[in-house]
């Protein structure tokens, strides 16, 4: 903020509270992305957001997110997760956003909105949903004048060697796909790449191809690529193009072209959202495939005796099929245990509902 700059009372009441919470967390900053180095600021590497009397600097490193999934990759996004344009237009593929939606549970997460320890304990503070806010604004500034524009993309140049875009929410407009696309455009050594579900809007813009660093992963369609929502388990474990939840490990999203690149459903409810009955039908064919002709047989229903599928497969495998012990932690172990079987198993893992077929390798 300018120094010295008094307000009174109305004024304050006026004020945005995500204004607010900006101007308390910059003004503090010791580290991290709200402080503004004097190098920056000699740069200027920064805009001002005017509100009413007031008007705070805010710098250029405080638009973009990270965090240890994309790191060190920097993220650039338009809207709250909360706020999320695909979702609300019923274009998400997500079956229940509320619980399975990575962005809107961290931002339900970090919902504090005031300082709780220390000499400034009880102030107004920047959470994700104001951060977001604050971010919007400072895009739509930087929208409407050309010298902050160039003063961006210079920064990024300098600082940013791959973008992620849409880390939460998505595009809101025709208008944020331009904007990234002249970013790209402008920065031809920096690599794009993130997601979508706006369909409606990219019917009508086709200029992404133009840029061979720029990375469209769709939703809904492919565009670079699909990037795929799974609740298929059967296709999740049979496919080598799955999303491996670290970016820097996994690249797919920003070195594959033409390709469909599936994610296993995640969130505090991905063993209720995986419990289907094509899933329940898939490991009961599966185990009972694994295990001799005078075995228990394991059925559908067997696997609803939990809300959870791998917690009711956990159980069954104890109290049906009297095996101690294996127990599966997570769908990740699941996998690499069958990439620990025999490879006639796993190479005829398509073939797994046909029990003669099976027989006749000599695997059931």
């Known amino acids: 903020m300018t120094e010295k700059q008094p307000i009174n009372k109305n004024t304050y009441y006026m004020t945005p509270d995500w ?24 740069q200027g590497f920064y805009l001002t957001l005017q509100v009413g009397p007031v008007a705070l600097k805010v710098p250029f490193r405080a638009l973009f997110d990270t965090n240890k999934k994309i790191a060190p990759s920097k993220a650039l996004s338009f809207i709250s997760a909360l706020d999320c344009p695909s979702d609300r237009l019923g274009l998400c593929q997500l079956a229940n ?11 339900k997460q970090a919902s504090g909105t005031f300082i709780t320890s220390g000499q400034a304990k009880g102030a107004p503070c920047l ?43 998505d595009f809101r407009n025709l208008s944020d796909i331009k904007f990234l696309l002249r970013l790209a455009s402008c920065a ?32 809904n369609k492919k565009y670079t690529n699909h990037f795929k929502a799974c609740y298929d388990l059967k296709a999740w474990l049979t496919s080598s193009k799955i999303c491996l939840g670290g970016c820097q490990g996994c690249k797919k999203c920003y070195t594959l072209k033409n390709s469909t690149i599936l994610c296993l459903v995640h969130g505090p ?7 289907t ?41 104890n109290h049906k099929l009297g095996v101690t012990d294996l127990e599966f932690q997570d769908y990740w172990d699941l996998r690499d245990w069958l990439g620990g079987l025999t490879y006639e198993i796993w190479d005829n893992i398509e073939q797994v509902r046909d029990y003669e077929y099976l027989k006749s390798l000599g695997v059931a």
């Open 127 to 169: 959470n994700s949903y104001r951060n977001s806010r604050l971010v919007t604004s400072c895009i739509d500034l930087i929208k409407s004048d050309d010298a902050l524009f160039h003063k961006l993309v210079k920064y990024i140049n300098l600082n940013v060697k791959i973008l992620r875009f849409n880390l939460k929410g």
């Open 188 to 219: 031809p050594r920096v690599l794009f790449y993130g997601y979508t579900a706006r369909d409606d809007l990219f019917q009508v813009v086709k200029t992404y191809r133009m840029y061979s660093n720029f990375y469209l992963n769709g939703s």
């Open 19 to 42: 204004f607010i919470g900006a101007c308390v967390s910059i003004s503090r900053a010791t580290s991290g992305k709200y402080l503004m180095t004097k190098k920056e600021q000699g």
């Open 269 to 275: 409810s991905q063993d209720q959202d995986l419990n």
């Open 277 to 317: 009955w094509l899933n329940r039908v898939f490991l009961c064919d599966l185990f009972n495939s694994l295990n001799s002709s005078d075995s228990p047989t394991l059925e559908p229903e067997d696997l609803t005796i939990k809300k959870g599928l791998l917690e009711s497969l956990n159980y069954q495998l």
């Open 97 to 107: 956003s509320e619980k399975s939606c990575y962005a809107k549970n961290g931002a």
